[in-house]
């Protein structure tokens, strides 16, 4: 059964960095893309970052471009996403989710998620 766990996240403040983990179990990693979400208060899930083996490259997000780096250890399971240069508008709950193959599909293709981790910057 697959599982996927967020860790890491907390307070920081602007311009600040943290890294969030996502421990995954139950499935070959290197058959599925791993994303990274986010939900920011009163607002809808939107995509931040997606890293795949048949993909590739990693992709990202237009506001996190440049700041966010998605990285996976296959051999212990887990995938991270480093945040550097924070800003307030990054406050938010962050999932990690898995889909079949690639990143290219829509959000319903995350068939698998953790149960999030909130990350808030603030001073």
């Known amino acids: 059964q697959a599982q996927l766990a967020e860790s890491g996240g907390g307070l920081v403040q602007p311009g600040g960095s943290l890294r969030l983990s996502c421990a995954t179990s139950?499935?070959?990693?290197?058959?599925?893309?791993i994303g990274w979400f986010r939900r920011p208060p009163g607002l809808e899930r939107e995509g931040v970052a997606c890293i795949s083996t048949i993909d590739g490259e990693p992709r990202y997000a237009d506001p996190v471009k440049g700041r966010f780096t998605i990285s996976r250890d296959n051999a212990k399971n887990l995938v991270y996403l480093e945040m550097t240069s924070l800003k307030r508008e990054d406050t938010a709950v962050y999932y990690c989710a898995a889909a079949v193959e690639t990143c290219g599909g829509s959000i319903s293709t995350f068939e698998s998620w953790g149960q999030g981790t909130q990350v808030t910057v603030s001073s």
């Open positions: 139950g499935f070959n990693l290197d058959s599925y893309a």
